[in-house]
Nanobody
Framework: QVQLVESGGGLVQAGGSLRLSCAAS????????MEWYRQTPGKQRDLVAH???????HYADSLKGRFTISRDNANNTVYLQMKSLKPEDTAVYYC????????????WGQGTQVTVSS
């Protein structure tokens, strides 16, 4: 129902910035929430941020002030602006779309690698 394509990952030095993009297609009008997660090998996949259909946002407490989630409805795209990056931010970052009409469904992007060097 929903397809997600992520881009913008790569290698960046500590203190630098990256902007991740997630383009949605398919049943985009049914999406309730867009999310960013991240995961490193041997670690659980953790929520980074989400933005609702009404525009409200939520961030992991440890990331507030450095990461910003936003959306461009005209292009059906959600962004994650990452600033002041640290080596511990290194992870695969995943975009997700949540549809919760009568039960919750979550659709995942393929993930994009972010590597922060020290």
């Amino acid at each position: 129902q929903v397809q997600l394509v992520e881009s913008g990952g790569g290698l960046v030095q500590a203190g630098g910035s990256l902007r991740l993009s997630c383009a949605a297609s398919g049943s985009i009008s049914s999406i309730n929430v867009m999310e960013w997660y991240r995961q490193t090998p041997g670690k659980q996949r953790d929520l980074v941020a989400h933005i609702t259909s009404s525009g409200s946002t939520h961030y992991a407490d440890s990331l507030k002030g450095r990461f910003t989630i936003s959306r461009d409805n005209a292009n059906n795209t959600v962004y994650l602006q990452m600033k002041s990056l640290k080596p511990e931010d290194t992870a695969v970052y995943y975009c997700a779309a949540v549809i919760s009409y009568n039960y919750v469904r979550r659709f995942w992007g393929q993930g994009t690698q972010v590597t922060v060097s020290s």
